[in-house]
């Protein structure tokens, strides 16, 4: 009995044991699954409430890029630029002039009171890639709010952004020292496959007479062609920096047919750049470039114009009755061209003149020269040239102000005819590659040597852009016989005969005119920079 007992109680014992451990092992995962999702609740809760509740911290608005915080011209020609470096930075959309694509354009107010650089304008060149910000800049004369994006740590450390803009300050400094210490018109020009700075037929404000791949031009390499310095690179043409340099500004071209083509070279460079391309026209709602005095095209966003002046001689082209009551054309030495009270407040002007002056009239001089009165019998053509520069510069002196224009003369471009000239036969439609060989090129034309004395002797600095050499290697970019798309029936019978060796094919070299000119404005900008002189984007307010 006892025996049986004592079996029968460890029996019991070892029956509860069991039971108990199959309690706790049932009951430890429920632990476990009560436990975690207990934590994952507080966890999610916590999170959502770090979310959405303001942080004591302050924000700062140092994540937007210093060159968005450019001043933006306004109806009221008043800008809310940032006070401090905490808080949200409010900008006010500008406000352009209000216009129609047909109606006539109001010229942006120049030569006010605004002059030639300040820190805006380093702001704006400070960053490699130029990033512009798109909700900040606008043209419906609505104030817009740009805010500093949440960061993910809550603060944003001002020490980084401070680093960045050093960087990029110290980038500019590079660029800028690599440009002045370089001579942009000594070196060659090489293939890049990332050009034309546009595409061929992608600008309709090309003259029929520069779209060569158009008019059935077969080749294209030539437009993958650009100019390398010796001992710098150019930079490449940024169509929005450029844009900003010029807000509320004009750019001019005044000259002849020559400049005609650089004009619109930058135009289609530009409008290929903005974001809305309606918003980019001409002021008189013309669709031909070839014929009319003055041309002016509207960059409605950025309230700016780039406009042309048919200016051939940069002198005026007269009329006087001789003896036997005829009238004869003349050429007024003493007179500056007709245009001239239009773009005299403008803020950027690039002259030329030159491929007149090879004309028979001209070069032979004879009845054909005035000054005042007095019609010379014969004069020289380099003398009468020198007068006429003359002339111009005395205007430029006078009309000009230096603290608050920039003005460039672009050197004279050369013809490559052969076999004859433009009126007798001259060819260049077989021309594939540029010159090699210096050799071939042409000398320095004397009428340029004139030039560079005439500009030495003016008080207004006038900034040479010297492209005849680099100009001369390219007999490969004129239109030739791609100058038009249908040619008349007389043009058919003999369309050899009629070739433009003079102008140049767009996309193509006038491109790298401008980019040389977009050069020559940043380091001359940064020049006034340093001393002290200050060009203002306007409605600026420092």
């Known amino acids: 009995m006892t025996s049986d007992s004592v079996k029968h109680g460890g029996t019991t014992i070892s029956a509860a044991s069991f039971e108990l451990k199959s309690f706790l092992s049932a009951v430890k995962p429920r632990k476990a699954s009560t436990f975690v999702y207990a934590f994952v609740i507080t966890f999610v809760v916590l999170t959502v409430f770090l979310v959405f509740t303001p942080s004591p911290i302050t924000t700062v608005s140092h994540s937007i890029p210093a060159y968005i915080l450019l001043p933006n011209v306004t109806a009221s020609n008043t800008v809310t630029s940032p006070s401090s470096s905490t808080g949200t930075t409010t900008l006010l959309a500008p406000a352009p002039e209000n216009l129609t694509e047909n109606a006539t354009f109001n010229s942006p107010v120049a030569n006010g009171t605004n002059s030639l650089a300040s820190h805006a304008w380093e702001d704006m060149l400070l960053s490699p890639d130029n990033k512009t910000n798109d909700t900040a800049r606008g043209s419906d004369n609505k104030q817009r709010t740009v805010e500093a994006p949440l960061s993910k740590d809550v603060a944003v450390n001002t020490t980084g952004s401070l680093m960045r803009k050093q960087r990029?300050?110290?980038?500019?400094?590079?660029?800028?020292?690599?440009?002045?210490?370089?001579?942009?018109?000594?070196?060659?020009?090489?293939?890049?496959?990332?050009?034309?700075?546009?595409?061929?037929?992608?600008?309709?404000?090309?003259?029929?007479?520069?779209?060569?791949?158009?008019?059935?031009?077969?080749?294209?390499?030539?437009?993958?062609?650009?100019?390398?310095?010796?001992?710098?690179?150019?930079?490449?043409l940024n169509g929005s920096r450029l844009l900003e340099m010029i807000r509320g500004r004009r750019l001019v071209f005044v000259g002849d047919s020559l400049n005609r083509n650089m004009w619109e070279s930058l135009v289609c460079i530009l409008k290929g750049?903005?974001?809305?391309?309606?918003?980019?026209?001409?002021?008189?709602?013309?669709?031909?470039?070839r014929w009319e005095a003055e041309y002016s095209f509207v960059f409605k966003d950025y309230n700016c114009t780039v406009e042309f002046f048919a200016s051939p001689f940069l002198v005026q082209e007269w009329e006087v009755t001789d003896k036997n009551g005829t009238k004869k054309e003349t050429l007024r030495l003493d007179l500056v061209g007709k245009s001239s009270e239009q773009y005299k407040g403008a803020d950027i002007l690039v002259f030329n003149t030159g491929h007149w002056w090879t004309h028979d009239k001209t070069s032979k001089g004879e009845d054909y020269y005035q000054e005042g009165s007095n019609v010379y019998p014969k004069l020289d053509g380099d003398e009468a040239f020198r007068k006429a520069l003359t002339t111009w510069g005395r205007w430029v002196d006078k009309n000009v102000n230096p603290e608050k224009s920039l003005v460039f003369f672009r050197g004279y471009s050369p013809s490559h005819f052969s076999g004859g000239q433009w009126n007798a036969g001259g060819a260049c439609d077989d021309e594939?590659?540029?010159?090699?060989?210096?050799?071939?090129?042409?000398?320095?034309?004397?009428?340029?040597?004139?030039?560079?004395?005439?500009?030495?002797?003016?008080?207004?600095?006038?900034?040479?852009?010297?492209?005849?050499?680099?100009?001369?290697?390219?007999?490969?970019?004129?239109?030739?016989?791609?100058?038009?798309?249908?040619?008349?029936?007389?043009?058919?019978?003999?369309?050899?005969?009629?070739?433009?060796?003079?102008?140049?094919?767009?996309?193509?070299?006038?491109?790298s005119w401008n980019e040389i000119l977009y050069a020559e404005m940043l380091v001359k900008l940064h020049q006034l920079r340093g001393n002290n002189r200050r060009w203002k984007p306007k409605g600026y307010r420092s």
């Open 168 to 236: 990029r300050k110290s980038w500019m400094r590079r660029e800028i020292k690599s440009l002045k210490n370089c001579e942009f018109y000594e070196g060659e020009w090489v293939k890049d496959d990332s050009y034309p700075l546009y595409k061929p037929g992608s600008c309709n404000m090309i003259d029929e007479q520069f779209t060569c791949i158009s008019n059935g031009r077969p080749d294209v390499e030539f437009q993958k062609l650009k100019w390398k310095p010796t001992k710098c690179t150019l930079p490449r």
């Open 273 to 289: 750049s903005v974001k809305d391309e309606s918003q980019v026209f001409e002021a008189h709602g013309r669709h031909q470039f």
């Open 432 to 511: 594939r590659e540029p010159i090699k060989n210096e050799t071939y090129l042409t000398p320095y034309p004397s009428k340029m040597l004139i030039l560079e004395k005439v500009l030495k002797g003016m008080k207004t600095p006038v900034m040479y852009l010297n492209i005849t050499r680099l100009t001369d290697y390219r007999k490969d970019a004129h239109p030739s016989v791609y100058r038009k798309h249908k040619l008349s029936a007389e043009e058919s019978k003999a369309p050899l005969l009629y070739q433009d060796c003079s102008h140049w094919c767009l996309p193509g070299v006038p491109d």
